[in-house]
Structures are given as C-alpha cells and as structure tokens.
C-alpha cells in the first residue's frame, strides 16, 4: 500500500489514470449528440427504448477544441438509464474510458466535472444516473432503490460500453464517490478480468456497520427508514445486510486509488485507513490538514481530477497490453 499526503497542489500527487488514445468511431444509433447544457437537462422519450437504441434529436454536437458530449440511454431490464458521454476528438485510435458513479442522493451532475477534466485527457467518460433517485433522469422510486440495483445499474452501463466500437475495451476503470465508491468496489470484485483499475473517492464503507448498528436482525427492518434525511425503502437496508465491504473488495485483486480527506463528516476517513491497510495494491491519498470535504468539488475538484488522470496514466505505463 502506498501512502501520501493529500495536498491542494497538482506536483505533491502521484496516482495512476491511463495514457492511452483512440479515435471516435462510427457510432451510429448508441447515442445521442447534445450540447452541454441539454446533457444536464434534456431527458428524451424514455419509454420503450433498448440497449444503444436513442432518438435523434438532430441536437447540435456539444464540441470544445478538444471532446464532444452526447446523452446515452441504456436499458436494464426495461427501465431506461440516463446518461452522458465525453468523447475526445481528433484520433482514430481506441480509447481507454472511465465510469463514473455519483453518491446517494444526487445525479450524475456530481461527477460530471471529473468526467470533463478526464475527457480534456483523451479518456472517454461516462456519467450516468443511478435509477431511484430524487431527480433523477433515469427511470426507478427511491424506495425500491437499493446498492444491489445501483450496482445493477453500473453492470448495465458497463455491458453497454463495452459495445461501443471506438472504446479499448482492455483499459476500462470504474471511478464512484461515496456509495457509488461502494456500489464500485462490489462491482469491480465481480468483474475483475474487464476492469482494469478502480478510483474511490471517499468510498462509503460505512454503511454496511451503519444499517447493523439501527438493526438486530433484517426482520427488524420497517417497510421504510430514513438515512441521511432520506426516506428509504425495506430493499436498501436488506440489501446491505450481508454485504460486508472489505471482503468483497478482497477480490478484485487490481489498482486501487483512494482518496478521503479527514475532515469528511459523512464517512469517518477511518473507513479508507482500514482499507489501505488491508488491502494490496491500493494508493491511498488522504491525511491530516487536507481541505477535502464530503463531496466538496470546489474544495478537491480540480485536485481530484488532476490525480485520476496521473493514476490512469502511470497504471498504462505499467501495465502495457
């Protein structure tokens, strides 16, 4: 396990994000071109539609000198996944790409900004909202919301990229904060052989003891229960229950990067410190003094983006295929 001290400067970061490049294919009917500010806001018809099927708008391609946007639509199991691509211009290779999921309680908004600052890079990446969600674009309740359907989500989505004709289908990592850093790690350990390496950012491995502590047994468990300020529904803290985190991240076996700041009052940073010191191949990046809140992307943004790319890029300097 490698350690080091988060700090608000791009030259005190070493973690690894892939140094590979690829050209924009051919993409037929699997997306949909939209300028940046529809991404955010336009839904589309999300009834009826299957894996890769998207209604052309004839929308404007959203493109900046270096990557353009488009909305993807994925299906899991007739419910419509909302989300939003970055793809590099300018090459005719394969290009290594970068899934991101956002927290509990938001959409893909929260991460987005990493997935711009990743696309700048030459990584496409992937934004999406998780079905169940207040505000969500993708279909689903919140109260049959759960981590198993979120991590069923992010399968859905990953089946879907790797379709696409213009992605290395050998360079794909998954990036999730908080319980998309959990509902990331379960996903990665069941899909060890596609995903290359993993970035969490202040993974929420507290909810497994979370859910124990309100609990005796899951026949306790109401029919709904709040958590965080959210009314949640039976399925979530059933789900969890047997989900012991640390256990099922034992076996992906691959690069970790792991970022949590101390003053996170959400998830106690002692939850990261357990996991770099118990599992291999992890580069952890948190440490006293450090002004990374909870979700704070003004605060570790641009710090946070900065160090996926570094991680990325030195993890394909390594690992050359």
Excluded at 288 to 316: C, K, M, T, Y
Aim: charged letters at 25%.
């Amino acid at each position: 396990m490698r350690r080091t001290i988060l700090v608000m400067a791009f030259g005190m970061s070493r973690l690894f994000i892939l140094n590979a490049c690829g050209s924009v294919g051919n993409k037929g009917n699997t997306l949909e071109t939209v300028t940046s500010q529809s991404a955010e806001k336009n839904t589309g018809d999300q009834s009826g539609r299957s894996s890769g099927q998207v209604a052309h708008a004839g929308q404007e391609v959203a493109k900046t000198a270096e990557y353009e946007t488009k909305e993807i639509h994925v299906d899991k199991e007739g419910m419509d996944i909302y989300g939003v691509v970055h793809i590099p211009s300018g090459t005719e290779e394969k290009m290594p790409v970068v899934i991101m999921s956002h927290e509990l309680g938001a959409t893909l908004d929260r991460v987005k900004g990493y997935g711009e600052a990743l696309a700048k890079e030459g990584y496409v990446t992937v934004c999406f909202d998780f079905c169940g969600r207040w505000g969500s674009r993708s279909d689903g309740e919140l109260l049959n919301m759960s981590v198993l359907t979120e991590k069923a989500d992010l399968e859905a989505v990953l089946e879907e990229v790797k379709q696409w004709d213009f992605v290395d289908t050998d360079s794909i990592y998954l990036m999730g904060n908080s319980q998309g850093g959990l509902v990331t790690a379960l996903t990665a350990s069941e899909h060890r052989e596609e995903i290359r390496a993993v970035i969490l950012i202040y993974p929420a491995f507290s909810i497994y003891d979370e859910v124990h502590g309100m609990f005796g047994s899951p026949d306790e468990i109401p029919e709904t229960h709040s958590l965080l300020g959210l009314r949640l529904g039976n399925r979530y803290f059933v789900d969890i229950w047997d989900l012991e985190p640390y256990e099922r991240i034992r076996e992906y076996r691959k690069d970790i990067l792991l970022i949590h700041g101390n003053r996170d009052s959400i998830v106690p940073v002692s939850y990261s410190d357990k996991l770099a010191e118990t599992i291999d191949h992890v580069e952890y990046h948190g440490e006293s003094g450090d002004p990374l809140l909870h979700g704070a992307w003004n605060w570790g943004g641009p710090f946070l983006a900065h160090s996926q790319r570094v991680f990325i890029r030195e993890d394909h300097n390594r690992n050359k295929v």
